[in-house]
């Protein structure tokens, strides 16, 4: 599925301003700033100035959030979104209930707490954050995340990712029956999106601390509705001349892809 950019000209905007360059500006930023962030429950508050929040907005970390105080702007940060910022960019501290900075094994053992399959999730949302990808939650899709090309004002989101782990012991359950699979597939399909899985093989190395993300290693797949009208092929008999048609059932095509 090709990009479906929103408007004339904004294809030529993303590639004047590369999601790479906004990230590394953000981080820049952070660093300077020795910005801190207020750990609440599932995600990360920060407080921000106008700059800061333009940055976050345009590299699609958090969401501002709306409060009394007029003279404060606060943006929040999903865990993986935190924990990018803190674990793999190295430009955020999140202070905890206490009043202590977090460290990044405490901050990974608190978020495994509140979500069982964070491992896995971050893994994937780092693994695609990496590649320049902007990632936001897919909750409204029935997916984990969805990943757009460059900013959402600009592009329409692509994929529709499950973030799922390898072997038998798949935490969330995903797409382990053909009607799941279908019914996943058709949706994506509604909303103009490819379903992109993303699975993570720990390798035995567990889930004790964030050093173990190094270990772990990624396999994608796409998987895509194969439509028998488009695969349907007419051949014509090099003899005869009657035509031989072959028919193909409505099935879901996997493909191993590089995002």
Known sequence: MMPRWKGKGL???????????IVSQLQSSLIQFETRGLLSSCSVLVEVDAELADLLNRSCFGRPRITAQEDKQWFQLDMEEAFYLCFSLKCLKVIGEDGSIKSNE????????????????????????????????????????????????LVHSEYAVLALSEGDNDLNGRLRVWSDVHCT????????????????????????????????????RTITRWNPERSREDQTGPKN???????????????????
């Open 185 to 220: 597939v058709r949706l994506c399909g509604s909303v103009a999106k490819t379903l992109l899985t993303v699975i993570v093989n720990s390798n035995n190395q567990g889930a004790n601390s964030p050093s173990c993300l190094e270990h772990y290693t990624v396999e994608q």
């Open 106 to 153: 405490e901050l990974w053992d608190y978020f495994k707490s509140k979500k069982l399959v964070f491992p896995v999730s971050y893994k994937v949302y780092s693994h695609l954050r990496h590649k320049n990808w902007v990632v936001r939650s897919g909750l409204q899709y029935g997916v984990d995340f969805v990943a757009y090309r460059h900013h959402p004002a």
């Open 11 to 21: 294809q030529a905007k993303a590639n004047a301003d590369p999601m790479s360059k």
């Open 241 to 259: 001349g009657t035509k031989k048609s072959t028919k193909h059932n409505d099935l879901a095509g996997t493909v191993k892809d590089k995002v």
